[in-house]
């Protein structure tokens, strides 16, 4: 059993920065491939950012050069620098934990991100 909370969420101008953090409790971390999610008002969740345990990284095209996804496993947390912030962005971001190659896998309770001026 895995128990995400996510924080770090916000208001920002567009150009802004903000950083997620995703914090884990009650199992192995570093044998679970992290991810990030959002979902805007009326479309589906889609995946902005992975990293695997062996640390290999992953992107939606459109957030490449500007998120920056990264985990620290001595205090179980996984992070999504966001940089250069695009009204396009501004969604509820959501991180999962998926223990490959099994189906397991738990989500946060989500954190907001608008970007607006």
């Known amino acids: 059993q895995v128990q995400l909370v996510e924080s770090g969420g916000g208001l920002v101008q567009p150009g802004g920065s903000l950083r997620l953090s995703c914090a884990a409790s009650g199992s192995i971390f570093s044998a679970y491939d992290m991810g990030w999610y959002r979902q805007a008002p009326g479309k589906q969740r889609e995946l902005v950012a992975s990293?695997?345990?062996?640390?290999?990284?992953n992107y939606t095209d459109s957030v490449k050069g500007r998120f920056t996804v990264s985990r620290d496993n001595t205090k179980k947390t996984v992070y999504l620098q966001m940089n250069s912030l695009k009204p396009e962005d501004t969604a509820v971001y959501y991180c999962n934990a998926h223990l490959a190659p099994t189906p397991r896998e738990y989500w946060g309770q989500g954190t907001q991100v608008t970007v607006s001026s």
């Open positions: 990293i695997t345990t062996r640390r290999d990284t």
